[in-house]
C-alpha cells in the first residue's frame, strides 16, 4: 500500500497538533482539506493533512475507497473486512510514523472523517495503542462493531455530527452509533444538523472546531 497525502501548512509555522481528514467513499483527500482553511484561523499551531484512501474506488475511476462496500459494488463481505482491518493498521502505522516526523504527540492528533472515512476513524482510532485527541465522524456509523469490541485498546473522545436529511448513511445511524459507544465507555458528543443531507454544515464545522480547541494539550512532551 501507498498513501499519497495533501498537507495544509500550521499558520504559526510550527506544528504542535495534527487534524487527518478522512474522506468518503470515491473522494479523495482534496474533497475536505478545504475544511482545514476554516479551521486554520483558529487552530494556527494544527498541521491539516488529507490522505486518499490507497486503493481505487471500483464505480468510480476519479476516486478511492478505504475498504469496499459490498452492497454498493458487490464485492464479499469477508472481503470487505479483510481490507477493513488492512487499511486500518496501515493508517495506524502512517499516522505513527507521521507524528514521529513532525515531532508531535499523539495527544495531538485528531481524525476528522465524513461517511467511509467516519466508518474507517471510528473503527481504527480505538485499535491504536497511543492515545490520539479524539475522532470527528461526519455522516457515518459503526461497523464491524463486534470485531471492534476485541480489538479496543484506546478511548479517545469522540463528536458525532449527521444531518437529519440524509439519505445515503441514515440519520438513525448516530444514535445507534453514539449508544453503542457509551456502552462502551467512550466520551462521545452527538450533534444533528437540521435540514442538512449527506455533507458538512456550517453548525457541524462549528461543533467541530469547538471540539479540537477543547481537546487540544497546549503543553505537551514532545
Known amino acids: ?53 490507497p486503493t481505487r474506488c471500483q464505480l468510480s475511476n476519479l476516486g478511492f475507497q478505504w475498504f ?50 467516519t466508518m474507517l476513524s471510528l473503527y481504527m482510532g480505538p485499535q491504536s495503542n497511543k492515545v490520539i485527541g479524539g475522532i470527528v465522524g461526519f455522516s457515518g456509523k459503526l461497523i464491524n462493531l463486534d470485531v471492534l469490541k476485541e480489538k479496543i485498546q484506546t478511548r479517545p473522545p469522540i463528536l458525532l455530527i449527521h444531518g437529519d436529511e440524509d439519505q445515503v448513511v441514515s440519520p438513525n445511524c448516530l ?14 458528543k452527538k450533534h444533528l444538523s437540521v435540514g442538512v443531507g449527506h455533507g458538512i454544515a456550517p453548525d457541524g464545522i462549528k461543533k467541530a472546531l469547538d471540539f479540537l480547541v477543547e481537546n487540544t494539550v497546549s503543553s505537551v512532551e514532545q
Open 175 to 188: 444514535p445507534e452509533a453514539f449508544d453503542e459507544l457509551v456502552k462502551l465507555n467512550f466520551n462521545v
Open 1 to 53: 500500500m501507498k498513501m499519497n497525502f495533501k498537507r495544509l501548512e500550521p499558520k504559526s509555522m510550527k506544528a504542535k497538533s495534527l487534524v487527518v481528514f478522512m474522506h468518503g467513499y470515491g473522494a479523495d483527500g482534496a474533497d475536505l482539506l478545504s475544511i482545514g482553511n476554516v479551521l486554520a484561523d483558529h487552530l494556527p499551531d494544527t498541521l491539516f493533512v488529507a490522505p486518499d484512501a
Open 68 to 117: 469496499p462496500i459490498p452492497n454498493m459494488d458487490g464485492s464479499p463481505e469477508s472481503l470487505a473486512m479483510e481490507e477493513l482491518d488492512k487499511v486500518s493498521n496501515f493508517v495506524n502505522d502512517w499516522i505513527d510514523g507521521l507524528v514521529s516526523q513532525e515531532r508531535l504527540n499523539h495527544q495531538n492528533v485528531f481524525l476528522f472523517g465524513f461517511s467511509q472515512g
